[in-house]
C-alpha cells in the first residue's frame, strides 16, 4: 500500500522557519521525483520544488526561491523542504507528489500558517 505522510506544519510568524517532512512507503522512493505543493482555498495547486530521483537536481517556484531548499535522503524515504523567512502568503496545505514514469502519488497535506 502507497503511502506519502507529511508533517512539520504549524504556526509560525512571519520571518520564521519550517522543517516539513514526506515519509514515503509501499514503493520504490528513490525511483521516483519528488515534489512539494501547495493548496489554498480558492486557488490551483501550486508547485513548490521538485527534486530529482537520483542526480539531486532541483526546480523551484519563484515565489519561493531563495527562501526554501528541497532535498531528500533515499535511504530513510524521505522528502524534505526546509523553510525559511516565511511570509503570511505562505500559509497553505503543502502536500508532497510523488512522480514515476508511470504513475503518481500524493501525500493528505500539512497545514502551514504564518500569521502573527
Known amino acids: 500500500q502507497v503511502q506519502l505522510v507529511e508533517s512539520g506544519g504549524g504556526l509560525v510568524q512571519p520571518g520564521g522557519s519550517l522543517r516539513l517532512s514526506c515519509t514515503a512507503s509501499?514503493?520504490?522512493?528513490?525511483?521516483?521525483?519528488m515534489s512539494w505543493y501547495r493548496q489554498t482555498p480558492g486557488k490551483e495547486r501550486e508547485l513548490v520544488a521538485t527534486?530529482?530521483?537520483?542526480?539531486?537536481?532541483?526546480i523551484y517556484s519563484p515565489s519561493v526561491k531563495n527562501r526554501v531548499t528541497i532535498s531528500r535522503d533515499n535511504k530513510k524515504n524521505t522528502l524534505y523542504l526546509q523553510m525559511n523567512s516565511l511570509k503570511p502568503e505562505d500559509t497553505a496545505v503543502y502536500l508532497c507528489?510523488?512522480?514515476?514514469?508511470?504513475?503518481?502519488?500524493w501525500g493528505q497535506g500539512t497545514q502551514v500558517t504564518v500569521s502573527s
Open positions: 527534486i530529482a530521483n537520483t542526480s539531486g537536481f532541483t
Open positions: 509501499g514503493f520504490t522512493f528513490s525511483t521516483y521525483a
Open positions: 507528489k510523488a512522480q514515476g514514469p508511470r504513475d503518481a502519488y
